[in-house]
Nanobody, 118 residues
Framework: VQLQASGGGLVQPGVSLRLDCSAS????????MGWYRQTPGKQRELVAT???????AYADSVKGRFTISRANAKNTVSLQMNSLKPEDTAVYFC?????????????WGQGTLVTVSS
């Protein structure tokens, strides 16, 4: 599975930005997709995930501001980010999880930088 993220950039606080991720390759047994983010010196953290049946989960810090969506037919996952804050500045990574029996495998995109600054 290859993941290609796009949509990052430099924006001012309070505005919106949308990230998109396109997946290619075998999507068989991919059970969830999502977005993570990372800042220098910190661990990568979950932003939002969405399962094959549409169940979503969000980090507390983005609830009510970010919305994750998925177009299974197009193998894409998107993250709509509203009311952006400087603390949202990070490299955002697209993620896909393959589940086979008891094993899970994570696939990662190359990351896209989001900078929120006035």
């Amino acid at each position: 599975v290859q993941l290609q993220a796009s949509g990052g950039g430099l924006v001012q606080p309070g505005v919106s930005l949308r990230l998109d991720c396109s997946a290619s390759g075998s999507m068989f047994m991919i059970t969830a997709m999502g977005w993570y983010r990372q800042t220098p010196g910190k661990q990568r953290e979950l932003v939002a995930t969405i399962s094959n049946d549409g169940n979503t989960a969000y980090a507390d810090s983005v609830k009510g501001r970010f919305t994750i969506s998925r177009a299974n037919a197009k193998n894409t996952v998107s993250l709509q980010m509203n009311s952006l804050k400087p603390e949202d500045t990070a490299v955002y990574f697209c993620n896909a999880v393959k589940t086979t029996g008891w094993d899970t495998t994570d696939y990662w995109g190359q990351g896209t930088l989001v900078t929120v600054s006035s």
